[in-house]
């Protein structure tokens, strides 16, 4: 048999290997133009999406038709944003929901998972993903790094990652979904970054990137993609004031900025869709690095 009769073959049909016991079907409609990219009938979780990054993320599912639940320890998100989330969902017919969760407690966790599930349950779509996007940044040198501190960058950004994928995918295997899981990680995850003097968050952030590769070993057999997105330097709250009290910083790092600019949160909708859409059903325990050529250049 030729290996062109053999493609052929591959592609055509819909039914794939058993995993975990039960035969995997794709539907070939989700896998053509802009279905693809689908999210229509699920409902996504974000953590970390009060506002910035976050909650750009979880517009992006609206804006792919899919339903959002946003997670994140302040107790209302940003006005501005929410009210702009709102209303795309009234344009789209879909819905977002906010809780307010500490995702380094696992009692709260498991909590808002049930809540996310019932939500699903009710609206009729299937609860089906997350973007585990919370975590936090401190800039200290290594040499005074409190051990307090170190510790609290890597209980939200490792642990808090892990307990809210822990809990989700446990949800998906309850239900045999076969979802798909993005953690946000970092290129900090990769290299080191000339001027900022951040080895905590840098060492949690190549951590989620190896969470990443040891839970899709774990997951695959029920189906469940596991991925991270690593972004480079993005314009933020949080970076502006950065670079607003040490100004030289913008000279180091646009120099790594292949494309002439630094990133900006709308840079990371679309690979994130492409992660989580059913257009991307085989590919996991992988890391979709967007940096603008950072890292290139390094």
Not at 8 to 31: C, D, F, K, M, V
Not at 42 to 54: E, F, M, P, S
Not at 170 to 189: R, T
Request: proline fraction near 4%.
């Amino acid at each position: 048999m030729s290996p062109a009769l053999i493609d052929a073959q591959s592609s055509s049909s819909s039914e794939h290997l058993p995993i975990n016991g039960q035969t995997q079907h794709t539907n070939s409609g989700e896998r053509e133009g802009p279905a693809m990219f689908s999210l229509t009938g699920k409902t996504v979780l974000v953590t970390g999406g009060a506002r910035g990054l976050g909650v750009t993320l979880a517009t992006a599912v609206i804006q792919a038709g899919g339903h959002v639940a946003c997670v994140d320890i302040l107790p209302q998100p940003s006005d501005e944003e929410w009210t702009v989330l709102q209303k795309l969902t009234k344009k789209s017919s879909t819905n977002a929901s906010y809780y307010q969760c500490d995702i380094t407690s696992e009692t709260e966790l498991q909590g808002v998972m049930e809540k996310v599930q019932e939500e699903a349950t009710n609206n009729g779509s299937t609860f089906y993903g997350v973007v585990a996007c919370a975590g936090i940044q401190q800039k200290i040198p290594a040499i005074d790094y409190p051990a307090a501190d170190f510790e609290r960058i890597l209980r939200v950004n490792t642990l808090g990652t892990f307990l809210t994928v822990k809990h989700a995918a446990k949800q998906m295997i309850k239900n045999g979904v076969q979802g798909s899981i993005v953690m946000i990680a970092s290129m900090s995850g990769d290299i080191a970054n000339r001027g900022l003097t951040c080895t905590a968050y840098n060492s949690s952030k190549a951590a989620v990137q190896q969470m990443c590769r040891s839970l899709s070993v774990e997951w695959g057999r029920y189906g469940i993609r596991v991925n991270t997105l690593s972004p480079g330097y993005i314009r933020t709250a949080m970076t502006d004031a950065l670079l607003e009290d040490e100004p030289h910083l913008k000279d180091l790092w646009m120099g790594g900025a292949l494309l002439g600019r630094l990133g900006v949160p709308e840079d990371f909708k679309a690979p994130t869709l492409f992660l989580l859409s059913p257009g991307n059903t085989f590919m996991t325990g992988a890391d979709l690095r967007v940096d603008g050529g950072h890292c290139a250049s390094a």
